[in-house]
Nanobody, 126 residues
Framework: QVQLVESGGGLVQAGGSLRLSCAAS????????MGWFRQAPGKEREFVAA????????YYADSVKGRFNISRDNAQNTVYLQMNSLKPEDTAVYYC???????????????????WGQGTQVTVSS
């Protein structure tokens, strides 16, 4: 069993930055691929970024490339999402997810990663 707890959300002005954290607990947490998704009101949950556990290979949605950076600290079982140059359209609840296979995080919907966090709100004001 893996538990995921997100933190770091909040209110920021357009052009600002936030860093989200996702702390994973569980014996095998560090061996999971980790990802971030977001869901805005009235919209489907969408993929944002993912990172593999072994090589640290990263993947990004086109909408965040060049602005967001995903990283992980396996010793701390924590994954981060550094968000820069934030836009109002980045406003959403951001969810952390984990799965043994990064493909489960990258596949088109419907997707079902093995574990989800509870989400953290990010609001970007114009």
């Amino acid at each position: 069993q893996v538990q995921l707890v997100e933190s770091g959300g909040g209110l920021v002005q357009a052009g600002g930055s936030l860093r989200l954290s996702c702390a994973a607990s569980g014996r095998t947490a560090s061996s999971y691929a980790m990802g971030w998704f977001r869901q805005a009101p009235g919209k489907e949950r969408e993929f944002v970024a993912a990172i593999t556990w072994r090589s640290g290979t990263t993947y990004y949605a086109d909408s965040v490339k060049g602005r967001f950076n995903i990283s992980r600290d396996n010793a701390q079982n924590t994954v981060y999402l550094q968000m820069n140059s934030l836009k109002p359209e980045d406003t959403a609840v951001y969810y952390c997810a984990a799965d043994p296979a990064v493909e489960q995080l990258l596949r088109p919907p419907p997707r079902n990663p093995r574990y989800w966090g509870q989400g953290t709100q990010v609001t970007v004001s114009s």
